[in-house]
């Protein structure tokens, strides 16, 4: 079994910094495309940011130059470097990593159980 496990969310004020954590654990094979997402209350999950194996990233325009993504190949981790945050930026966050299991053929995405980022104003 694959598990996803984020960490590092809490409550910080606005202008403040926050960095997310996510490890990969189990069979893996390897991890493609690794990426955050976001849901704040009574919007739709939205892509944040996203970072292939290789080291490739894009973001959402809403957090371009204040959020920064990045990778330990060899820890299965992703890590989401959130600086300069802003009230709307409240929201659960996911991780998600397009991954291969050591008994599979194919790829398949799996998702974190979310972690709570708040900033008040």
């Known amino acids: 079994q694959v598990q996803l496990v984020e960490s590092g969310g809490g409550l910080v004020q606005a202008g403040g910094s926050l960095r997310l954590s996510c490890a990969a654990s189990?069979?893996?094979?390897?991890?493609?495309?690794m990426a955050w997402y976001r849901q704040a209350p009574g919007k739709q999950r939205e892509s944040v940011a996203a970072?292939?194996?290789?080291?490739?990233?894009r973001y959402a325009d809403s957090v371009k130059g204040r959020f920064a993504i990045s990778r330990d190949n060899a820890k299965n981790t992703v890590y989401l470097q959130m600086n300069s945050l802003k009230p709307e930026d409240t929201a659960v966050y996911y991780c998600k990593a397009d991954l291969i299991q050591r008994s599979s053929d194919y790829y398949t995405d799996y998702w974190g159980q979310g972690t709570q980022v708040t900033v008040s104003s």
């Open positions: 189990g069979s893996i094979f390897s991890i493609n495309v």
């Open positions: 970072i292939t194996g290789s080291g490739s990233t």
